[in-house]
Structures are given as C-alpha cells and as structure tokens.
T-cell receptor
C-alpha cells in the first residue's frame, strides 16, 4: 500500500463544475503539498499546508491531521485547470525532526471539458 | 520573477554518452533537490543538498549518477554512461529551509 494515496486517479468534469481531489496518507507529516503539472509541463506548487484551510483564487486546500486526509477543491472549473494534481507529504522523522524529503502520490489527471 | 532555471530543456543522446544537467536555484534558497519523473514510477527523489552539502542521495544509482553543487548558484546532475532506462524528465527544485518548494521546468532526457 502506498504511503500517499490519491483519488480519483482520473477525473473528467464539465466546465463550471465543482471538483474535489482527495489525498490520504499513512505517515506522520510536518506538511502537505499540492502540486499542479500541465501536460508536458513543469510542476507548480499550489499549496503547502500543515493545518486548516488555504484558499487561492478558485482553489481551496484543506487538511485534517487527525484523519490524515487532505482535499483540493476547484470551484467554477475551467478547461485551463486540466492538469495532473499531485499530493506530496513531508514525512516527520521518527525522532521528531523535520525532513525535506517528500513522499508523492501518483497524481490525479483532471480533464475539464468546455 | 524568481524561478528555478534548468538546462538543457531537452536532450537526446546515445547510450554510453555522458549527460550533464544543470540547475540554477532561486537566489537565497539553501536547499536543492533533484527529482526524476517517469510514467511508471512517478516522481522520485534522487538527491538533495542543503547549504551545498549533500544530505541524501540514496535514491540515486551510485555507479553512474553523480550530483554536485560547485557553488550556491549551480547544481549539476551527471550520468555517465547513460542508458536507455535513464530516459525521463529530471526536475530540479529549491526552497529555503522547509518552506514552499519551487520547481524548474525540467530536463527531458531521451537515451537511444
């Protein structure tokens, strides 16, 4: 079982729909990242969060530390949101130190149709 | 607009040739990462440096890969000799401490 699981793996939506991508993890973390990668493109960091909720434009990320779960929401989706969304967690070391190493989920491929 | 710069963006080479990829991290960032992305494995950490010192290169095949930071503005990843299975996109990323991570555009390597 992967330490970071994303669902769904693939998602097709109509323009304007509200989208949710989920991420569950099984390790102790110090932070969680949501990344976006357009086809053939680079990787952009959307959010880094360790608690609560963050909002940037039409994107909202939430995290529940107790549940070991995070969600990425896209409101009023647009075809330009079509991309792979990757959840990555920064693992807490057993002796309590923070590490910079990320454990990546396998990504969610989102296609938003006009 | 600060960003991580990688060169080359694309490289096609023949098996056995040496490949060097370069990365200029964002000025002031003290941590630099090299990742490899393939369809099969997704993103994998190859190595990372803090304040130019290698902290972890356990993800890197030691026999053919080497990573260095000759100075704070340049990180290099070298493959010698290259093999077809090294074909992938190699990403460099940087951050300050454990802050937000900034990725370069990637170097797409094809080894024939």
């Amino acid at each position: 079982k992967n330490e970071v699981e994303q669902s769904p793996q693939n998602l097709t939506a109509q323009e304007g729909e509200f989208i949710t991508i989920n991420c569950s993890y099984s390790v102790g973390i110090s932070a969680l990242h949501w990344l976006q990668q357009h086809p053939g493109g680079g990787i952009v960091s959307l959010f880094m969060l360790s608690s609560g909720k963050k909002k940037h434009g039409r994107l909202i990320a939430t995290i529940n530390i107790q549940e070991k779960h995070s969600s990425l929401h896209i409101t009023a989706s647009h075809p330009r949101d079509s991309a792979v969304y990757i959840c990555a967690v920064r693992n807490n070391l057993n002796y309590g130190g923070a590490t910079n190493k990320l454990i990546f989920g396998t990504g969610t491929l989102l296609a938003v149709q006009p | 607009d600060a960003r991580v710069t990688q060169t080359p963006r694309h490289k096609v080479t023949e098996m056995g040739q040496e490949v060097t990829m370069r990365c200029q991290p964002i000025l002031g960032h003290n941590t630099v990462f090299w990742y490899r992305q393939t369809m099969m494995q997704g993103l994998e950490l190859l190595a990372y440096f803090r304040n130019r010192a290698p902290l972890d290169d356990s993800g890197m095949p030691k026999d053919r890969f080497s990573a260095e930071m000759p100075d704070a503005t340049l990180a290099t990843l070298k493959i010698q000799p290259s093999e077809p299975r090294d074909s992938a996109v190699y990403f460099c990323a940087s951050n300050l401490g454990v802050g937000e991570l900034f990725f370069g555009e990637g170097s797409r390597l094809t080894v024939l």
